[in-house]
């Protein structure tokens, strides 16, 4: 099955930048669409960037010019880079992939902490 783990986590001062990493294993059919979500305490789990096996990209509207996602196509790693961040993006950022069309079952790495202070 699949595999993930996330990494590059930390503390910050808002404005700060960081850059989270996800390392994938397993067929390569079941990670075509790969994505990071966040959850913060007391708070749904939601999406903050999809990338899909087109390359296409998706993002939510709070994180929009502020975050990049990428994947290196030589060692499939994802990459998140956050920029100017925020107090109110601190979470667990997890990492997540699925199959084709970005459907089928969720597979979720066990998270990496993203806190930013003001």
């Known amino acids: 099955q699949v595999q993930l783990v996330e990494s590059g986590g930390g503390s910050v001062q808002s404005g700060g930048s960081l850059r989270l990493s996800c390392e994938a294993s397993?067929?390569?059919?079941?990670?075509?669409?790969m994505s990071w979500f966040r959850q913060a305490p007391g708070k749904d789990r939601q999406a903050v960037a999809t990338?899909?096996?087109?390359?296409?990209?998706k993002y939510a509207d709070s994180v929009k010019g502020r975050f990049i996602i990428s994947q290196d196509k030589d060692t499939e790693i994802l990459y998140l880079q956050m920029d100017s961040l925020e107090p109110e993006d601190t979470a667990m950022y997890y990492c997540?992939?699925?199959?084709?069309?970005?459907?089928?079952?969720?597979?979720w790495g066990q998270g990496t902490q993203v806190t930013v202070s003001s």
């Open positions: 997540a992939a699925r199959g084709r069309l970005c459907r089928g079952t969720i597979y």
């Open positions: 990338i899909d096996s087109d390359e296409s990209t």
């Open positions: 397993g067929p390569t059919y079941l990670r075509s669409c």
